[in-house]
């Protein structure tokens, strides 16, 4: 007789479920309102993945949510949320072990109560917006004809009170934030005694809101080290008292306390006359919030993210780079840990700064295939972009794999990559790998998050959010974060402080590390007059740095983000995603684009242009790519989208994927490959891999050895851009001047899924005459009609380079062979006198101005039936004196128009217009 029972699936299944789910926690959730629809619950163990949770019922408390945990849990992680993440009821709230398995949380309430709380309605903020202004947020809404001044009550602890002339409700007929108007000043000296209620709503106390931002200093804030003296400086506007803490050691220990005193604009100060180099030190605030021990924002390096600060003096010497500007840049983006982490690259600093100092490193059991910075030198780009390294989010001492796009502390480098963790060894280290790279002729380009913080919430308060609540970071008037980074809140970069930190931390990582550039993550979250500040800043000290970013927001935010169009003839520039949607498709869509299947020909040309017939007055201000970080690889993206088609094989991806490198290496612009796509790098079909292990992330060096042919043949299209100057010019006239397509321009038939064109030298000094460059996208070889002469090829689907492959081409015809690219060049002097400059009077009456008289608008652009009404894509400038202005170049035909001021489609024309392009 068998003595194991007999158990049937489903019942094995109910027993692991109730093995590993052995525990629930009942979470109550009360919204004063009652507004309770698409609200949600979303709940995280320590170390875990998050999890959403939808009520389970409705009692008269409010939603009820059931929670099944593992018993080894001892805290969890809680968060109401709206929809697909639309808002989100801060702060993160925590429940421990010791408040039972029944809890109750309160709307815009930081506690978890192990008892039903009082559901009173509550002054739930008070701010001082200025001398004479308070802001009230109430915890329930009221109508705004109930809304009374007399019942506003605003009382010192000394027994002073303040009289309320007006309050009016904002935001409609009913709602829950009130403004105060006030019959005298209030000092922002004086608000910690003060207390605010209105009607039989509980009081709040008074805080400092907007009125902080009266406030500016220039001094140099942080740790001001010599051998004689530390100045401590630091902005904490609505502090009480600060206090800095000094420890001789790295954790652990009582500290030395220094008193601060305030010295003006918000600005407290302590002088210690001693010698304190290499000790560690926080500040102490007191604040209307409470009383918190943070890093100095300004500390240039840390023990870690949660750690110390420490007192550095640092003259590891950096080499000089080299000297060019952006447009001639060939920007590699890496990230340190993804570049050196492979065993098979032989690397002794594995993961590490120092994993890109080391040379002389090939592939094993292979000597003839170069690793690391070899491999950058043999690969011929000039510009290293390095994945975010500012002190961020993570367990230093951990292998937990992270981009790093969750920074806390600007200035300190992240001990993730140092080979020590508890002295300034981390910046040692970056100035080597700096050097190391200006050695090799490299610029070092710091990807950078000034856009948000880690401090995802109000009640994280690490280092901004301690010293000065809520200045940082843009708030909504009902006091919560806006979000448009989708990281939990957005840097007030406006504000005049934070303007200042930014400026203040980019001069510094220039000028103390040698720093060539900076892109900017979520660039469009920081503000247009920010981005040109910044520029000039770092221009002043570094007239050749490189300043380019991501024009667009993660998410929803109440500031007008910096997109493209703003860089117009501003000296930064930004990524052209309308290029590389065209030629790979949207990243939100599984739709292919040109490479895969000739679509998009009209968007194609356009980025090949230098998009300065989309949204460049320049074409260097286009930052062109195919492949980043984000998304799929190139490679990845090619097969996902190519699935279906059965018949294709891997040589047909790999020849899009050339052809994708040869279409960015020679258009005009600045062009941007990722680390591992000269080699087609796949991440395993992984879109997002922020997180994921060393085995998805990694560069596997023996990638090189299989594709070969692929590194070669993006080694000669970096090697024919880099020693012809005519595929990166400076100006859009000349790019206008010198570029002609053989259908569009020069009447010559072109395949339907084929881009031609011929590109003259102009006044670039380039040794060649002419160039013709073919793409054809078709699944078959295509034929193009060319203008004669005699071309001699330098790319043909196989090989890429500077030395003629093959005969010369005298014909008037070329069959191109599918998804491939061929490049020719010519060195007839009277080429472009006979064949291109009697086409040029046509090719110019295509471009139409368009103009525009808006006085009173911040930003104007205009939509129509020539970019299918996209308001955001075409920016114009303005002249200063309320006439704003763009150029496009369209095709002939009848195109309705309109122009949108500030958003709005019917400022400046109700209705639509027309123009006629012949």
Known sequence: MNKFRTISIPTLLIAVFQFAYADELIVHYNRPDGDYDKWSLWSWAEGSDGKEYVSTAHDEYGLVFKIQFDNSVAKMGLIPKFGNWDSKDDPDRYWTSDKGKEIYILQSDKFVYSTRPDLSPRVVSAFLDDKNNIRLILSKSIDASAVNASAVKIMSSDGKNYLATKAELLGGARGKILKLTLSEEISPEDISSLNVSYSDFKPSRLSPGKIVDNYFDGRPLGAIYSRSRTVFRTFAPTASSVEVLLWDTAEGGGPKVMPMKKTGEGIWQANVEEDLLNRYYKYRSTVPEGVFEVIDPYSRCNTAHNGRGIIIHDETPIASGPNFPQSDAIIYEMHIRDFTIDPEGSLQYRGKYLGLVESGKTLLEHPDVATGLDHLKELGVNTIQIMPFQDFDNNESSDNYNWGYMPFHFNSPDGWFSTKRDDASRVREVKEMVSALHKAGFKVVMDVVYNHTAEGNPEVRMSFNGLAPNYYYRVKEDASYWNGSGCGNEFRTESPMGRKYIIDSMLYWVTEYGIDGFRFDLMGLIDLETVKQLSTAVRAVKPDAFIYG??????????????????????????????????????????????????????????????????????????????????????????????????????????????????????????????????????????????????????????????????????????????????????????????????????????????????????????????????????????????????????????SGTKPLGQTLAGDRCIVPEHSALIFYNNDPEFYKRVLEPKFAAKASRRHLFTVAAPNARKVTVAGSFNSWNMNQYALASDGNGNYSIELELDPGIYEYKFIADGDWDALNSQNLTVKIP
């Open 550 to 799: 991501e024009p667009w927001a993660g998410g929803n935010t109440g500031a007008r983000v910096t997109s493209k169009g703003d860089q117009r003839g501003q000296n930064f520039g930004v990524f052209n995603d309308h290029f590389r949607d065209a030629l790979r498709g949207s990243a939100f869509s599984k739709d292919p684009g040109f490479i895969q299947t000739g679509r998009d020909v009209f968007r194609v040309k356009k980025g090949i242009l230098g998009s300065i017939s989309d949204f460049a007055q320049e074409p260097w201000e286009s930052i062109n790519y195919i492949e980043a970080h984000d998304n799929h690889t190139l490679y990845d993206r090619i097969k996902l989208t190519m699935q279906n088609r059965n018949e294709l094989t891997e040589e047909d991806f790999e020849r899009m994927d050339k052809l994708g490198a040869a279409i960015i290496m020679t258009s005009q612009g600045v062009p941007f490959i990722q680390s591992g796509q000269e080699m087609l790098r796949t991440k395993n079909g992984e879109d997002n891999t922020y997180n994921k292990p060393d085995e998805v992330n990694e560069i596997h060096w023996r990638w090189k050895l299989e594709h070969r042919d692929v590194f070669d043949y993006y080694k000669g299209l970096i090697a024919l851009r880099e020693s012809h100057p005519m595929f990166r010019m400076k100006k859009s006239d000349e790019v206008r001047r010198s570029l002609f397509f053989l259908d569009d321009d020069l009447g010559l038939t072109v395949p339907t899924s084929g881009v031609g064109y011929v590109l003259n030298k102009g006044t670039s000094g380039d040794e060649w005459e002419n160039v013709l460059v073919l793409f054809n996208a078709h699944g078959g070889a295509s034929e193009f009609s060319i203008p004669s002469s005699n071309w001699i090829p330098v790319a043909n689907a196989e090989h």
